[in-house]
């Protein structure tokens, strides 16, 4: 959340930084801003709404500068306000800030007993002001700012510029992203690889209470106890492509359109060795999963519901116990720990706060055997964790999440069967028939996506609903939840789920005929018991949505819609339906004029609490 991005060049860098908060839109778009260091004045523009606004009226006002710092903000404290909006000033030091600050209220007080007069409701303006005021001490702008983050609770990524030192910019980092991008002669800081593709794949991932200087001709790590220290240079393999929309109208679109390749590329390894491996969660795999007793899965929002459709895999085929929990509620009780078990966190970003919060948490409560799957490699979850998967499903920039879920499937689905087959409890045949299924689930994928025009047909029947239910069972109830909250975060209809045998004990009450009902009714064991509960449904004049398979025995009738998914896959049955739900969300969403991309309120790699 929160994008940032800074620049130091012997080019003009308002450009780089307007370019950059582009890029990073997708992670906060309340406001937007950038400060430049303008011979020895600060220049700052700010406005709320999106970049192009701000962008519009930096053109006019000119400006033009090699040294700067850009921010696009989702406001966590004080409102969307051009005040609050980002970079803050204070006394010619700005800086732009990710993350929350938890002592606020108390350092505001203690600066405004020295005199600071503030400007915003933000708790970030504290820290232009505390930096500011150890400046007045006499110290230097890095040694201002390593000296106020240690008196900040919280979490922050930072980046100051000061019109004393047109030379450098300086940053920090603790609990929330921030890298330093390696140019020709100029160097940048940014919250997301995405925001300085533009310049330079050369990057160098700081770590926790890390702080740098960046100069145009090189950069400076700190440790958290300030000692110069060197931090490993990587080469990003993300593209400039994946961050493109190409044909389609939105990100979202798109990432559901790329699920076929993004499974693919996810089960590459696995299909490449035609077995399950260890290996495949890391090198030294084996010797954690092999004494696993049980697995306990930490997660928030989309990646949850993966969980918890994993939780039926892992039970069903390794025959061990799962349990699945939303990581900001495991965060904060007293759980009692079996360090037998596995926690497996599961974070697109690999920066959730909750989630890194939670892993954390496991770990002091003694859990020794982490797994993370992840889309982002080198992210901060994965770091923290002994193994990992890396889903291969390319930058998700929609953000309703798409293509990150279906590839956690894949990787979950062959931690269940590699548990299993440590356990003993898969045979080759077994083996060798999951296999096939994964082999074959691009291609079912593919004609899921086919459905789009009928899809596309069913969304006006949602277009002007308030509410809309939905219902699943067993491994399908999860992909009912998905269903459920990609409506309501993209075309703010309320959606709930409900396991299809939950309803009578409640939420029948809701239906009668302004309530549509989709149900996700796969061919599989449960399907007469899912009938029976459309029947339930039918009795009260609600109207059914259906998705089925093709070989399943179901016909339409008076309220009862029906788009058949392909013949019924099995085990990975939960991927393919997911599908027809994401594209129900897109349509009515598209046909509701909503803003697909950049849903209200949301924003995207929740890294605040
Ligand atoms: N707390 C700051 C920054 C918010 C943020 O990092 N959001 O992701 C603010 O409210 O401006």
Known sequence: MCGIVGAIADRDVVPVLIEGLKR???????????AVVDGSDIRRVRRTGRVAEMEGAAGSEGFSATLGIGHTRWATHGGVTESNAHPHVSHGVALVHNG????????????????????????????????????????????????????????YALAVVSRKEPGRMVCARMGCPLLIGLGEGENFVASDVSAILQATRRVIFLEEGDTAEVRRDGVQVFDGDDQPVLREEHLSDVSLSSLELGPYRHFMQKEIHEQPRALGDTMEAIIDAGVFEPTLFGKDAEAVLRGIEGVQILACGTSFYSGSVARYWIEAISGLPCSVEIASEYRYRTAVANPKHLVVTISQSGETLDTMEALKYAKSLGHEHTLSICNVPESAIPRASKLVFYTRAGAEIGV?????????????????????????????????????????????????????????????????????????RGVHYPIALEGALKLKEISYIHAEAYPAGELKHGPLALVDDAMPVVVIAPNDSLLEKVKSNMQEVRARGGELFVFTDADSNFSESEGVHVIRTPRHVGVLSPIVHTIPVQLLAYHTALARGTDVDKPRNLAKSVTVE
């Open 400 to 472: 309703a999440s798409t293509k990150a879920f279906t590839t956690q499937l894949v990787g979950l689905f062959a931690l269940a069967a590699t548990l299993a087959k440590l356990n003993g409890r898969l045979s080759e045949e077994k083996e060798a028939e999951y296999i096939e299924a994964l082999r074959h689930l691009p291609g079912s994928v593919q004609h899921a996506l086919n459905l789009e025009p009928q899809i596309a047909l069913w969304s006006e029947s949602f277009t002007p609903r308030h509410h809309a239910l939905f219902l699943g």
């Open 100 to 155: 929350i600050i938890e002592n606020h209220e108390q350092q505001r007080e203690r600066l405004m007993a020295m005199g600071y007069a503030f400007e915003s409701q933000t708790d970030t303006e504290v820290i232009a002001h505390l930096i500011h005021h150890y400046l007045q001490g006499g110290d230097d702008l890095l040694g201002a700012l390593q000296r106020a983050v240690k008196e900040l609770h919280g979490a």
């Open 24 to 34: 990073l839109e997708y992670r906060g778009y309340d406001s937007a801003g950038i």
